[in-house]
Structure formats: structure tokens, C-alpha cells
């Protein structure tokens, strides 16, 4: 029999204008945005549908965004009688995933989300920096270009055999990126983040985001939820031990 997952997106899936039809069309859209509104104390609906996109796509903004994007869609797909067997996400979609299995209920989620988004936006601002998507090359090699080039920058995400982000110092991500077309990389392309996310300069993110995650109302999880950085499914109610790595 055959298996159904959902797997949820993290930052740089975010677009001026995304979910316009749903908020036009769907009153649980409306009310889920409207509730995202009152615990974050702006207009999240307007913000999605109308930008800036320099606002949405500051780490502030679009993590709540995606995550509550996510968390409807996949309430939507429910509501229609098509249920997951695992849940997994990418980066903070891993939050959209513990929502969609009931690991976190929704309040605590978005929290969580805020939260999180909060301490990288200030670890980006103490320690500024950038991220690149390098299409064509092995982890491996980007790897070692990374390592070769002065500064901080190193392999953030292993997203797949064509596709590695690179995550680092502004300086260093550029060198690199310019290294890396030398070596023969197709593309090497800005992200549209804030930061320097799942890289040292996020250590101060890290730690405190740690501690944070440990005070949480965690659940049993309704479908297996698989982290990110393990690869195995998980039903139990304690944090996900990847969480030493949150960010």
C-alpha cells in the first residue's frame, strides 16, 4: 500500500501575492490568518497579499508566513478527507509538519515560529550574512570550496543531488559563489532570506532557541513526523533531538 506525506517548505518559498485565492475564497483562511494576525499584531493577510516583498521577506515575517500558509493548507487538505501517514519539513517547515501531526498545537507553534524568527533576525543583525543555492555541483566539492575560501561560509543545506545552499559571511558566500561557477557549478543563486541561517554566525540563535523549544506543550504526534537532519520518523511527545540544531 502506498504511502502519502506531506512535506512542508521553509523561507525562500515566500511571494508577494501567495495564497491570494484561498484568502478570497475560503473562510478558514481568513479566520486562520486573522488569528496568525492577532498574536503577531500586524496584518499577516495583507502582508502576504500586498508585500512589500522587502518587508515579507525579512526572517520576522516570512517564517510566520510560511508557517501559517502551510498550517492551512494542510488543515485544507484534512477538511477534504486526505490525511498524511508522515510529516516532515524543510528548515522552519519542520513547524508546519509538528502542527500538521499535533506535536504542537497551533498557538504554541506560531510562538515557537516567532520565537525562533526573533533570534535569527538578531543574530543576523549582530552577524550579518547571506545564503546561495549552488545547482550542479557535489556536496563534496562545494564542501571543500567552501573550507578553501577565507571567511565563514559552509554547506547549510544538502537538498539534493543538483541542489546545495551555501551559508555564510556576505564576503565569503560571494567568493565562494564565484569559486564554485569556476568550478563548474550551472548556477549559483542568492536566496531571499535575512540572514545567515544553519551556519555558525545563527550560534547565539542556537543555544538560546535550544532551551526555549525545551518549555514547550509538546504532544504525542496523530502521524509520524521525520525530522529533517535523521531521516526516520518519530512519535514520541519529547522536542526532536535535531532541535539542537534549530536554526
Known amino acids: 500500500m502506498s ?4 512535506l512542508f517548505p521553509g523561507q525562500g518559498s ?3 501575492g501567495m495564497l491570494g485565492t484561498y484568502l478570497d475564497s475560503e ?3 481568513r479566520e486562520r490568518f486573522a488569528s496568525a494576525s492577532r498574536i503577531l499584531g500586524y496584518d499577516l493577510a495583507e502582508l502576504c497579499r500586498s508585500g512589500p516583498a522587502e518587508r515579507l521577506n525579512l526572517t520576522l515575517h516570512t517564517q510566520p508566513a510560511m508557517f501559517t500558509a502551510s498550517s492551512l493548507l494542510s488543515d485544507l487538505l484534512e477538511d477534504r478527507g486526505v490525511a498524511p501517514d508522515f510529516v516532515a519539513g524543510h528548515s522552519a517547515g519542520e513547524f508546519a509538519a509538528l502542527y500538521a501531526c499535533r506535536a504542537l498545537e497551533f498557538e504554541a507553534a506560531l510562538a515557537a515560529v ?3 524568527a526573533q533570534l535569527m533576525h538578531a543574530a543576523g543583525r549582530e552577524r550579518p550574512g547571506a545564503m546561495a543555492a549552488v545547482l550542479s555541483l557535489p556536496a563534496g566539492q ?8 577565507p571567511g565563514v561560509v559552509v554547506v ?9 545552499v551555501i551559508s555564510g559571511e556576505n564576503e565569503a558566500v560571494a567568493a565562494a559563489g564565484k569559486a564554485l561557477l569556476a568550478a563548474g557549478a550551472r548556477k549559483v543563486v542568492p536566496l531571499p532570506v535575512s540572514g545567515a541561517f544553519h551556519s555558525p554566525l545563527m550560534a547565539s540563535a542556537r543555544e538560546d532557541f535550544v532551551r526555549y523549544l525545551a518549555g514547550l506543550p509538546w504532544k504525542r504526534p496523530r502521524y509520524a513526523f521525520v525530522p529533517a537532519p ?5 512519535r514520541s511527545e519529547r522536542a526532536p533531538s535535531n532541535y539542537r540544531r534549530p536554526a
Open 14 to 16: 515566500q511571494s508577494v
Open 114 to 116: 516567532v520565537r525562533r
Open 27 to 29: 473562510p478558514a483562511a
Open 3 to 6: 504511502k502519502l506525506s506531506f
Open 156 to 164: 547549510a543545506n544538502d537538498n539534493s543531488p543538483t541542489q546545495v
Open 230 to 234: 535523521m531521516g526516520g520518523p518519530r
Open 142 to 149: 562545494v564542501a571543500s570550496i567552501c573550507r578553501e575560501t
